[in-house]
């Protein structure tokens, strides 16, 4: 028996106020019909006021507690996968701590953009099969409304507010993260980015993004990472029973699944309600359908997502 970092509750959380296209072209130069065909995004939620990142993960991270049936003060490691944090410092997992209650844990952020709760998951996993921690927070959770160039109607339209959480717990036996793998190439930094930053800038800027460019290199790296991922676990697309994939564009989603050989309806689609919520989408897609019963205890599941640096990843886990 081998000691595993399993899933043992999920939560999200959203903003109240969902956009729709039709809400948003009446600001902007686009349409519901442009923005369905070319993404198949409907709708999204953007954060008001006091709503933030750190707000919003520690709602999901409450939820995902819940869930588990787990106190938060047993919590060893929270580790929350953001670009668009709180402040620069201190890390919003610690303000998810203190929201929490807990008086003394591990708590970090991880910066990795649309693959970030890949990498925190899976630096989450390496802790607990080394031993130290038994159980842990991985949350994703973003304001990209914040960062968002309002006038530009090529990169506004696409994304969303929102937040994710998992709760891992380490158990011997087949259930959880079975392998992960994740990859970053700085070579591609500019066709996606945020044109700001403390140490350049000194503000803290607007994403910037050469769509058709980010879509080839997409569909490529996800479609190796996931029979990367399957191939350490001794497994092929025929073992999946769900893929939960980072909720860039329905174009991209479809694009994998044929790619690998796997049904569109193995894929949890959410994109269409929540827009591309950065290192949000996967854990947010997740508790969808853990919570509308579509993903079971037992299930086979593979996480794959990609993001500005170029980063990707993706893990695969028994639920
Ligand atoms: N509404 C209406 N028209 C728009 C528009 C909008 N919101 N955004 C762009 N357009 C226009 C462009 O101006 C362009 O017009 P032109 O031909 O007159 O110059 C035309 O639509 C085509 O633009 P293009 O960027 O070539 O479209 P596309 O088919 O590549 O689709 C994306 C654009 C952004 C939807 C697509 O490239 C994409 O999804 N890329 C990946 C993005 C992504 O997933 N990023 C995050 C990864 S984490």
């Not at 201190?90 to 890949?118: E, H, K, M, N, Y």
């Not at 174009?251 to 689609?269: Q, Y």
């Not at 079971?296 to 893990?315: K, S, Y």
């Amino acid at each position: 028996m081998s000691r595993r970092a399993t899933i043992s509750g999920t939560g999200s959380a959203l903003p109240a106020r969902r956009v729709t296209n039709d809400e948003l072209a009446q600001t902007v130069d686009t349409s519901d019909e442009w923005i369905v065909e070319r993404t198949g995004i409907r709708a999204r939620y953007i954060a008001g006021e006091g709503e933030t990142t750190g707000t919003l993960a520690a709602e999901a991270a409450r939820k995902a507690l819940d869930a588990a049936g787990i106190a938060a003060t047993d919590v060893g490691l929270i580790i929350v996968a953001t670009a668009t944090p709180d402040q620069t410092f201190p890390a919003t997992a610690t303000r998810v701590q203190a929201s929490l209650g807990i008086d003394d844990c591990i708590a970090f952020d991880v910066a990795a953009v649309c693959s970030g709760f890949l990498y925190a998951l899976s630096v989450a996993d390496s802790m607990i099969r080394a031993g130290g921690i038994d159980i842990a927070v991985v949350i994703g959770s973003e304001t990209f409304s914040r960062i968002l160039d309002w006038e530009d109607r090529a990169t506004c339209v696409l994304f969303g507010d929102g937040a994710g959480a998992v709760v891992l717990k380490a158990e011997e036996g087949e259930r959880g993260i079975l392998s992960t793998a994740l990859h970053a190439d700085g070579r591609h930094n500019q066709l996606l980015y945020v044109d700001g930053g403390p140490s350049t800038t000194g503000t803290v800027g607007k994403v910037r993004m050469r769509g058709s460019e980010v879509f080839r290199h997409a569909v490529v790296n996800l479609a190796a990472v996931l029979g990367e991922a399957l191939d350490k676990a001794g497994l092929t697309p025929a073992d999946v029973d769900w893929v939960v994939p980072h909720q860039a564009n329905r174009r991209i989603l479809d694009a994998t699944a044929r790619k690998l050989g796997l049904s569109p309806d193995r894929m949890i689609v959410t994109v269409d309600q929540h827009a591309n919520t950065s290192a949000a989408s996967v854990p947010l897609a997740l508790d969808v359908a853990v919570r509308d019963g579509r993903i079971q205890r037992g299930d086979l599941i593979v996480f794959e997502a990609m993001g500005g640096g170029f980063t990707w990843g993706a893990a695969v886990a028994r639920y």
